[in-house]
């Protein structure tokens, strides 16, 4: 028998069960569906936060103070920290690699501005924060250098900030109370949306570091640096040099452990896609199974449809039909289920997608292989499992196949 005729037949033979067929393939339609859909958010969520991480800055690197254990535990983020304005200084006066440098000094306070109250993190930052994360200033100005030297009592608000104290006012100019010490608003913040970890960036109040530190966080250590390389390409040399600075800063001597962690941008954008990655991992595989549970149905349903067409087969194979031929019927007709299952499963997957990137936070991305790889997948538990039933209808004894009631 020609192909055409054997696909044809199987067609056929799917469309005289029609509810039957569907329900073998809901299996597969659900599978593949779920497998693209995990994949492509997971995609979209790795391709978020390296946006947001790169949105951080460029060339960026953060030196975090390092934690301490007790009696073999932990005592948090932080817990030692050794960061002070010297080391600032001193990473400005003695780096080669370094472009701009700023410390970053954090503290959390109830802020009263424009007849409205909010809850917020206030940060001491250097004149030339922005110029490390990439940030703009849309109203007003940032504050200089004499502002820090000074501790001026000025700041630059955050879009959220401005949403929460000043809705439909320009707040440049006006006055707010940062736990009862009065700052003056010289400028708003470029809007930036979430962190990759889910925090809002835009939830904030920046002042000078001097000011934060010494009017509202108190003692003298800051909570990390934040630092830019001269390229990309510099980052390890700026890494490297950040550690010898700071080691011989810190006095600690040979064989100690660095009493501070230096990240780079790479570094943090590789943990988080690689969280994810993992996650998308577990969830497709997780999706996967359903894969072989339609097809496990469908080798079962094509097990009842050769006991159910015993006497066709015989007819066929008295009338001349040979075993290669029933075979791939049978198989034809398995891998059509599949395919066809398949085929449903991606145009839900593309409808499920685009409504999740329309109306929901999740962003779906799409890989042409993905589809390219559903496909080849649902194909294969066609053959895998529409093998045995359609080998089974081969073998069939013609006669007895004539004889069967």
Known sequence: MKYEKLL?????????????????????????????????????????????????????????????????????????????????????????????????????????????NWMTGVQGVDANYTQIRDWRVVQGAFFTEEDVKTRNKVCVLGKTVVDNLFPGQDPVGALVRIRSVPFKVIGVLAKKGQSSTGNDQDDIILSPTTTVLYRLKGGQNINLIMASAVSDARIPAAQQEIRMILRESHRLHLGEEDDFTVRNQAEITDTAAEASRTLTILLGSIAGVSLVVGGIGIMNIMLVSVTERTREIGLRMA????????????????????????????AISFATAYLLNLYSNFEAVLLPQTILLAVAFSAAVGIFFGFYPARRASQLNPIEALRYE
């Open 8 to 116: 044809t037949a199987a067609f056929q033979s799917l469309a005289k069960n029609g509810m039957r067929s569907f329900l073998t393939m809901l299996g597969i339609i659900i599978g593949v569906a779920a497998v693209i859909i995990m994949v492509a958010v997971g995609e979209g969520a790795q391709l978020a936060i390296k946006r947001q991480i790169a949105a951080l800055g460029s060339s960026l690197l953060i030196i975090f103070p390092n934690t301490v254990s007790h009696m073999g535990v932990s005592q948090g983020a932080g817990s030692l920290n050794q960061l002070t304005l010297d080391d600032v200084e001193r990473l400005r006066r003695e780096s080669l690699y370094l472009r701009d440098i700023s410390a970053v000094a954090m503290a959390w306070g109830h802020i009263i501005g424009g007849g409205n």
């Open 319 to 346: 009338l001349g039909a040979r075993s290669r031929d029933i075979l791939s019927q049978f198989l034809i007709e398995a891998v059509s289920l599949s395919l066809l299952g398949g085929i449903i499963g991606i």
